[in-house]
């Protein structure tokens, strides 16, 4: 343990909590779940309603993503949490706390040790492998709903693949702002598919979808839905031909590793409104800056 | 600084204590106990128990303390706690014939079979604080007759329908479904939408009921009958094969009468929209039969014009556990999205300005 | 295949109707709704269906376009590919992609059949969109070529509807359904709601692009002087029931049946 890591000490005195089963989660709860996300990666980008139950976080902070880790963590499982990007963030904090004490497996904060990642707005910098499974937090699972209100009419429109209106809204980006103006939640059509909500990610971990060799798990835990982007699946976000999908880009450096390319949170430091910029991802930021120091924690 | 930005444990765990402080408020007055909420506060207790999907008054007190007063906390709490008890069945269809009322009214008749029963009511109070009540004291109940006698207590709304003016309803062989184990799927069932709805927020239910009166979605309304009181529940097990009884559960019962003119082969009549929730609840129960019957608008080809009959919107926002977990996720930290905003902003201005400039150079050139 | 061989096909498909409508019928209530309605219609011919309100024009419009199915009847679409559409035994998934391709449906009210949220371009360039255009310049050309096809100003193209007056709006609903190169338009009353002089040069315009595109055009109207403009032929309804049916000029001139003598006779002769 280091003192760089406040999260590290009280992580592990956290105990095991008695009374609920491994996980929180019944047993049948998570069968019924796991045969959802058995459908989920046989139909990429697919979403499959799931009877959601109630857990004893609210809806909207990240209950769906728990559901899916509950229904596929196992006893040997490293977990990874985090919100922002950043592992420290409360309510990373908060969804680590609950499985470590409900499941009692080991949480980390490095990204190459993480067998489970749960995630809520960002893709971790660091490159995933294949043993790696990153599960998504979902506010709003279906990328047509604010274009059309009915559930009836977009899972209609979701079968008949009749997507011309997405691009409409794209097309009017283009016409009013001379680009497209859709900086995250970034649809994407999948395996050619299906178009989907890659989640309030910033378009910037669009790319990163895209033939990921670790499997990509979104849960929606109040509009019961769940879908997912299995290992090396085509992901393309919409565009036009002529304007083509592009990321965000920074003129600054991190303010603490110097990194040029990865995704940078501004921070206002001062009443002048002066400015600095620090990775979002702050295991990567981490890395960068202490390459050999070894970080694993345990939850128990 | 960077850390300071960010929340962790220890603030969480201060977090607690503050709000258990808070809750407990000045320690030199008693603390409140599970049971004077019970007591006490009955009405309270109900609606928890109703929103919450649990029967049981001592949890429900419980939870109401806990979430100090807050009535969506205690339900949600009420709601996570329910999630994880096994489930065992499905009890009969209680037989509301057979209640033992403690209150029943009916607005469409003067006097009918087992009579008009006040019973304990808001209504006719005149809404003056009482002072009398700051000060602790008896309040004894009005006197009792101890003999008299129960009477029979036909629900107002199937003598109107042994007339064939009110549409009947045809008792369901299927399966009782399920909402909380498997999501709503659009077109639902009357059954379905019966069960969103008892687990409903009240106050969404009122106010979608009441924009029916106003005229969205208007459907004519009278209050058939209201019946509060005490009903058993019974349960069939399927190794026993008869059914036995459970125990008894305050219930009030609501059903309206709205007319509807008829039309595409369907004679004049009456139809019915239904409200149920557990305990004194009133309003809920009313809230709710409006709203049952303005969503009956597809059944009775009748124009979609008002919030109150489009099933999706009514459903699909009527729990108050998850619009208040949705719009409170507004307080997480959306930094990222944010700066994805901020990058795209900039970057707009920055191309709106550019031909400012050059023309304002050209102007100087 | 011989060139001959090419041009006796070729005639032959002129031969054979595009469209053909066997006993269609739906009825709300007694003589409500349209029944026992057959015809067939010919690549770039136009239909019109006349009659009061309530005698089950639009219901049958409705039918036709694949909007209601129907209590009985047959309605069948030869497609661009030559093969005969049973519109009813069709999937949903067909009809839509007719509805957004090969046919076109224009509203009475210019707001029923526009996306009143987004820019004329945008209304122009969504259907050639829903066929996999992805091309933001092609989009523009066509929004404004067809802008100018229907006489608005081009630079109008990143306005929103609503800032068009009534006549214009109509005018973006006609270019925003013959984008796709329709071969078959319904319109319901398609001049309804406009003062007589913007009614006359919408008109005068749909009749120019009917035939230069060689559009076959179902058009129901309460106005018999838009029906002799525009209509070869006509069929006249009244109480769900189609009482005359015939050409259009033969209709409005030698009116037959007592009811088309009282419709004719009921307007002023031109």
Sequence with gaps: MNGLNPNAASQAAGALESGYNFAYLDEQTKRMIRRGLLKAVAVPGYQVPFGGREMPLPYGWGTGGMQLSAAILGADDVLKVIDQGADDTTNAVSIRRFFARTAGVATTTRT?????????????????????????????????????????????????????????????????????ATSYAYPVTVDERYVMDPSPIPKFDNPKLHMSPALMLFGAGREKRLYAVPPFTEVVSLDFADHPFAVQRWEENCAFCGSHDSYLDELIVDDAGSKRFVCSDTDYCMQRREPFEPQQEVGQ | MYVAVKGGERAIDNAHLLLAKMRRGDTSIPELTVEQVRQQMPLAVARVMSEGSLYDSELAALAIKQAAGDLMEAIFLLRAYRTTLPRFGSSLPLDTTQMLLSRRISATFKDLPGGQLLGPTFDYTHRLLDFALLAEGEHPGPQVDATAQLESCPRVLDLLAAEGLLARERPSAAEVPDMTREPLDFPTSRAQRLQALARGDEGFLLALGYSTQRGYGRNHPFAGEIRIGEVEVWIEPEELGFAVPLGDIEITECEMVNQFVGGKGIEPQFTRGYGLAFGYAERKAMGMALVDRSLRAGEYAEEVEGPAQQEEFVLMHCDNVEAAGFVSHLKLPHYVDFQSELELIRKLRKQAEAPMQAAAQENRA | MSAAELIHGAAVELDQPLFSVHDLTRLYGPEKGCQGVSFDLYPGEVLGIVGESGSGKSTLLSLLSGRCAPDRGQVSYRGKDGAMLDLYAASEAQRRTLLRTEWGFVEQNPRDGLRMGVSAGANIGERLMAQGVRHYGQLRAAGIDWLQQVEIDPMRIDDLPRTFSGGMQQRLQIARNLVSSPRLVFMDEPTGGLDVSVQARLLDLLRGLV?????????????????????????????????EAGLTDQILDDPQHPYSQLLVSSVLQP
């Design chain 1, 112 to 180: 190459p040790e993480a067998t489970v990642i749960q995630t809520r707005h960002r893709i971790p910098e660091t490159p995933l492998h294949g043993e790696q499974i990153l599960v998504f937090q979902v506010p709003i699972p279906e990328p047509l709903r604010f274009i059309e209100p009915s559930e009836t009419e977009t899972r209609t429109m979701h079968a008949l693949g009749d997507y011309g209106v997405m691009h409409v809204k794209l097309y009017e980006d283009i016409a009013t702002f001379g680009h497209i």
């Design chain 3, 211 to 243: 035939r230069d595109l060689d559009l076959a055009v179902v058009i129901v109207t309460h106005d018999l002087a838009v029906a002799r403009l525009l209509a070869d032929r006509l069929m006249v309804m009244r109480r769900s029931h189609v009482v």
